[in-house]
Nanobody
């Protein structure tokens, strides 16, 4: 069992920055791939970014490339999402997720085994 707790959400003006954190407990953190997803009101949950177990491989959805950076600190059991140059369309609840077993499709929320409770990010124009 893995517990994931997100933090760092809040209100930010367009063009500003925010850093989300996701602290994990339970299984050995370095054994699972991590992802960030988001869900805006009335929309489906969508993939944002993912990082493989060692942290050396990362993936991003096109809309955040060049603005967001995913990273992890396996010694601290934490994954981060640095959000720069944020836009109003980045407003959503952000969730971190962990993949531990099974086939891994990093953009597919169904392949993640554990989820956090989410943290709200609101970007004002």
């Amino acid at each position: 069992q893995v517990q994931l707790v997100e933090s760092g959400g809040g209100f930010v003006q367009a063009g500003g920055s925010l850093r989300l954190s996701c602290a994990a407990s339970g299984r050995t953190f370095s054994t699972y791939d991590m992802g960030w997803f988001r869900q805006a009101p009335g929309k489906e949950r969508e993939f944002v970014a993912a990082v493989r177990r060692t942290g050396s491989i990362t993936y991003y959805t096109d809309s955040v490339k060049g603005r967001f950076t995913i990273s992890r600190d396996n010694a601290k059991n934490t994954v981060y999402l640095q959000m720069n140059s944020v836009k109003p369309e980045d407003t959503a609840v952000y969730y971190c997720a962990a993949h531990w077993a099974g086939n891994y499709d990093y953009t597919n929320s169904g392949t993640y085994n554990y989820w956090g409770q989410g943290t709200q990010v609101t970007v004002s124009s």
